[in-house]
DNA sequence: CGTCCATTTGAGGTGGATCAACCCTAGTGG
DNA sequence: CCACTAGGGTTGATCCACCTCAAATGGACG
């Protein structure tokens, strides 16, 4: 189904090099893309729209340009577990082997550059060091996981948030303000926690003066240090 | 102290080539040390001895021959999460960066061979064979870590144990028994609960008769089928 | 200006944590 | 061979952090 909306809606711009992340990250994906050669696709998605879904094969492997993306697991029930949350500049849907293990959702409207995987695959086949940096992204996968593992089995409700907060900070704040895609239930199923627990939090550090709100989801953190005390 | 304890205490016995592992698991690391002619060294810990800390540099990369080992973080009031348990086979304490992300410890007696993390790395940078090797065993730890997040952020306690008992089921079970190495304190901090909570739910399984103990650690499951029923 | 969600806030319930005995069992030494 | 001990495991009683259910409020957009 990818393949088909990709000659309905997609913008089809082909490109190749490097594009200018909306922050200074390394950029990861040009890096290869650049290097090799590779043609990157553009591509836009709704707010809501499904990416690919759990266990799908993974023919792509994507980079937000603009908006933001939710991973995501299911329960039988219902039940959902963010495992990330990918923001301009970050590749999401790599993968070493055949299928997505998450299924993926743009939060908001979202433009992402995209290229097969296939040609990945070749690519790091001849060039060692395109070898070398799939396996650096994954591993940077792995060290956010095992950190958010830390975070799921063992931090209380305030001290998740105060994770969040000081990670959206350090990677989505812009002149000290964050603006925050998601909603509460997002973040909620990003900590291990229901969304009333997250605005009770929110709430909470709202009245000690730690953030200040100009509007639920624009964020200014007016005291980091003790929102890093309040982090375990 | 690693190195130090290798010239006082090591077997240092020099091997090339497979070992045989204790289960019909691919033997991913004599893949790897086997084609490249990696010396391979033996090293012996002691029950709840550390194998590396936290954040040390990554020297080695290991594969447990016999015995368990757990990687677990640490919270600065020492609340603990345990992000996997190694057994024989397995290997562990592999990094693309420069160092450990967490703690390893012996969890009974247990023997290990090891090879330097630089040779691997020299190895993949001449061979595209093991760089991709290498690739898929992280992307394999980053399957088992989004698959807990799904657990802790969302299971209940009764599910976490479900779906540890078929873990380690698969990963242990000997003529359809187990004998698990690790204390329930270890399986606790693994599943994001108290070790009271654990006994609590396997005892409750045993008067379902949905298994059977001969001693605490050596469980029989009786009802594969009933407890994947309960592992949502 | 009204509608629709998202968010906040309140009230009450509960699953798992905590605190506290007690009980096995493997290992030790007499 | 058996008594003793220590550490791991089980079970009970109570507590509380977070969930659930419910209602009010607010903000974005037509």
Known sequence: ML??????????????????????VS?????????VGLVATEFSYRKDEEIYGE????????????????????????????????????????????????????????????VKRASLEKAAGTDVQVARKLWAMTAGELRHAEDHMLL??????MERVATFLLEMDRRLAVAG??????????IGDYLGLTLETVSRALSQLHAQGILGFSGARQIVLRNRQRLHNLDA
């Open 55 to 114: 266990d799908e094969p993974a023919e792509y492997v994507y980079q937000v340009i603009t908006g933001a993306v939710r991973s995501y697991k299911l329960l039988s029930d219902g039940r959902r577990q963010i495992g990330s949350f990918h923001l301009p500049g970050d590749v999401f849907g790599l993968e070493s082997g055949p299928s997505h293990r998450l299924a993926a959702e743009a939060i908001i409207d979202t433009t992402v550059r995209l």
């Open 152 to 157: 799921l089995g063992r931090k209380t409700a």
């Open 177 to 186: 303000m964050m603006a925050l895609p998601m909603c509460r239930r997002d």
């Open 27 to 35: 950029d990861q994906f040009g890096a290869i893309a650049g290097q």
């Open 3 to 24: 393949t088909e909306t990709l000659n309905t809606q997609a913008i089809n711009t082909q490109v190749r090099g490097k594009i200018a992340p909306a922050h200074p």
